[in-house]
């Protein structure tokens, strides 16, 4: 089982980034899926996340009306669409799966049992 995420980068401050999650291995078609960041020195927390069914979404207060989370099912691949980017934004980006079949939303990276690479993102000022 695996996540692959992609679509990170070297941006300028408000430009616009996508960020891809594709599962291999399993269907996440029941799970909760989440992106979360860890900048140098700062805890990994969760920026964005969505239910199975994607009716539910969580965004981080940072990044409200600035970040868009989405899912594609048939794909088993999760996006981030990220706009309006800001300095503070640059961190490296987690995807994640809860493995729980049609669960809520958790910001606790513990509760999320899958996780894909990293994909940095940099914005510069």
């Known amino acids: 089982v695996q996540l692959q995420a992609s679509g990170g980068g070297l941006v300028q401050a408000g430009g616009s980034l996508r960020l891809s999650c594709a599962a291999s291995g399993r269907t996440f078609s029941k799970n909760a899926m989440g992106w979360f960041r860890q900048a140098p020195g700062e805890e990994r927390e969760l920026v964005s996340a969505?239910?199975?069914?994607?009716?539910?979404?969580y965004y981080a207060d940072s990044v409200k009306g600035r970040f868009f989370i989405s899912r594609d099912n048939a794909k088993t691949t999760v996006y981030l669409q990220m706009n309006s980017l800001k300095p503070e934004d640059t961190a490296v980006y987690y995807c994640?799966?809860?493995?729980?079949?049609?669960?809520?939303?958790?910001?606790?990276?513990?509760?999320?049992?899958?996780w894909g690479q990293g994909t940095e993102v940099t914005v510069s000022s």
């Open positions: 969505i239910t199975w069914s994607g009716r539910t979404t």
């Open positions: 994640a799966a809860d493995d729980t079949d049609y669960s809520g939303i958790y910001s606790d990276p513990g509760r999320y049992a899958y």
